[in-house]
């Protein structure tokens, strides 16, 4: 009898709505799943606690909750003392950006990988209904890949490592059908950037107007309490 060849993936995990739908997209496709969350002193700390809910959910093999201060540098309303955007997703690059994050996480991922003979990894960015993030592009995940090929010792064998996207070029409004096909509940998912005192989502900051204005156009209800449930640009 031939015996099973394990297939494992690194999928970044950060307890949001996109992370979650990969993450059950890899199981989908057939992965184990070795679920990477960074505790990066992030300013919406509760998405810690959705990723763990998550990666119960999903079923994955190991949940790593790796700490990572980037407070020490700070740059971004999301790691420093300055305020979250209410007023709207506008045509540049918001302060709620984190300067090199997909980089830094998509570093530490390929290491994780490369550790566990994984020659996959997953992560849920999105090039369509996003905030303009540069490290969210098509061109970003190609090059990393490419990077990858030359930063690693399999690399230097001959193989190659393969940066799944598989969000890439979905809607918002995809994504929340996505999340209901795979059987999940979206409301065990955590976007906001500035969640309010009393637990409930802000509604107003970019990540809430994007999420809320997707489940509208899906004409699927979100179960996620909200302070201000606002939604488009």
């Known amino acids: 009898m031939t015996a099973k060849v ?31 969350t960074f505790d990066y002193n992030q300013r ?4 810690l606690d959705a990723a763990r809910v998550v990666a119960a959910r999903v079923g994955v093999e190991r949940h790593v909750v790796l700490p990572l201060d980037l407070r020490a540098f700070g740059g971004s309303a999301l790691t420093d003392d300055i305020a979250v955007p209410k007023d709207g997703v506008g045509p540049d690059i918001p302060v709620t ?11 530490l991922a390929l290491a994780w990988a490369e550790a566990t003979g994984s020659r996959d990894i997953f992560i849920g960015v999105n090039a369509l209904d996003y905030s303009g993030y540069p490290d969210c592009r098509p061109e970003f995940i190609g090059g990393f890949e490419a990077l990858a090929r ?38 065990e998912s955590w976007s906001c950037y500035d969640p309010m005192p009393d637990g409930r989502a802000c509604g107003q900051c970019d990540s809430c107007r994007l999420r809320c204005a997707g489940f509208a156009e899906a004409g699927i209800i979100d ?7 606002l939604t488009g640009g």
């Open 97 to 107: 950006y984190v300067p090199a994050r997909n980089l830094v996480f998509l570093s």
């Open 223 to 229: 179960g996620t309490a909200y302070a201000d449930r």
């Open 150 to 187: 030359v930063a690693t010792a399999y690399g230097d064998r001959g193989g190659t490592v393969t940066i799944h996207a598989p969000l890439q070029y979905l809607k918002k409004a995809d994504i929340a059908r996505e999340a209901v096909r795979l059987g999940l509940e979206p409301a």
């Open 6 to 36: 394990q297939r494992r993936a690194v999928v970044l995990l950060s307890g949001g709505l996109d992370s979650m739908v990969c993450a059950a997209l890899a199981r989908e496709q057939g992965f184990d799943v070795l679920a990477l």
């Open 44 to 47: 919406h700390r509760v998405e």
